[in-house]
């Protein structure tokens, strides 16, 4: 079955950064596009960034783009989100997903809290 | 955006009983390879989200029978036929046609 893990998630002070890992497993990691997907504590879900097959292309919400880079490593079955200039809306828990246009699997999320 | 307006924010409901919940976009989700994507996801307390349903109707592997998706276009419902315990939670729709991805706000079903 499919196994994504995230990590990385911590308490951090606004301005602060941050790198978001997950790791995949029991699927080909390289042939599928990658999305990473947040939920403010007691709020719905707001779709965040996404990279395609070989990390070529990437797509952001308006709100992330210019602090958030998505990225990826095929070579060790991982995705990333280096968040920089931390702000209090940005704590969430933040889950990566399989998938385009489609988010057929997720992972357990890891949480950021922005505070000081 | 699109903006995605599920209805109703709460759904109580009896055990065994239908349940329904209402999603529609701001736009039309017919995409130009003729694939309309919507999704339906549900999210139990403390736990991540699990896709039921892709593209409007398709049941996702190990997804009961009970649950089923429907409409095009704008309008899309996704129906319990009999509800069970487990189902309680918060049910989101996703449109996947126009970037970017957005959800609707959630419904929570609950029992009564």
């Known amino acids: 079955e499919v196994h994504l893990v995230e990590s990385g998630g911590v308490l951090v002070q606004p301005g602060g950064s941050l790198r978001l890992s997950c790791v995949a497993s029991k699927f080909i990691f390289g042939n599928y596009w990658m999305t990473w997907v947040r939920q ?48 209090a809306e940005d704590t969430a828990v933040y889950y990566c997903a399989r998938g385009y246009r489609w988010l057929e699997y997720w992972g357990q999320g890891t949480l950021v809290t922005v505070s000081s | 955006d699109v903006v995605m307006t599920q209805s109703p924010l709460s759904l109580p409901v009896t055990l065994g009983q239908p349940a329904s919940i209402s999603c529609r976009s701001s736009q039309s989700l017919v995409y130009s390879d003729g694939n309309t994507y919507l999704s339906w996801f549900h999210q139990r307390p403390g736990q991540s989200p699990r896709r039921l349903i892709d593209t409007v109707s398709n049941r996702d592997s190990g997804v009961p029978d009970r649950f089923s998706g429907s409409g095009s276009g704008t309008d899309f419902t996704l129906k319990i036929s009999r509800v069970e315990a487990e189902d309680v939670g918060v049910y989101y729709c996703m449109q996947g046609t126009h970037w970017p991805l957005t959800f609707g706000g959630g419904t929570k079903v609950e029992i009564k």
Do not use: C
């Open chain 1, 40 to 87: 403010a504590p007691g709020k719905g879900l707001e779709w965040v960034a996404n990279i395609n097959l070989d990390g070529s292309e990437k797509k952001y919400v308006d709100s992330v783009k210019g602090r958030f880079t998505i990225s990826r490593d095929n070579a060790k079955n991982s995705l990333f989100l280096q968040i920089k200039s931390l702000r």
